[in-house]
């Protein structure tokens, strides 16, 4: 699966983004679909995924403030983030995942700034 990730840009905190993942086939049919982030100097870690029967999980430091999508129309899976704060800031990645197989897309940057 080719991903494409495009969103990302500069906030300060309290401000929203949305973050969108293109495929190259229908999200609705991939086993798995996640978001993930790399904050400077640590390890990409994962902050949100939603499952081919639309179930989503969130790490718990965004949970409330996060919430993972599928688009239909634009066969994306979306990540709109509100209340952002400085520790959200990293590289965010979305990730696929069929039954052997998984694929990233490139990063886009998200900065917060206090």
């Known amino acids: 699966v080719q991903l494409q990730a495009s969103g990302g840009g500069s906030v300060q905190a309290g401000g929203s983004l949305s973050l969108s993942c293109a495929a190259s086939?229908?999200?609705?049919?991939?086993?798995?679909m996640e978001w993930h982030r790399q904050a400077p100097g640590k390890q990409r870690e994962l902050v949100a995924s939603i499952d081919i029967g639309g179930r989503t999980s969130y790490r718990e430091s965004v949970k409330g403030r996060f919430t993972i999508d599928r688009d239909a129309a634009k066969n994306t899976v979306d990540l709109q983030m509100n209340n952002l704060k400085p520790e959200d800031t990293g590289v965010y990645y979305c990730h696929s995942v069929l039954i052997g197989s998984n694929d990233w897309g490139q990063g886009t940057l998200v900065t917060v700034s206090s």
């Open positions: 086939r229908s999200v609705f049919n991939i086993n798995l």
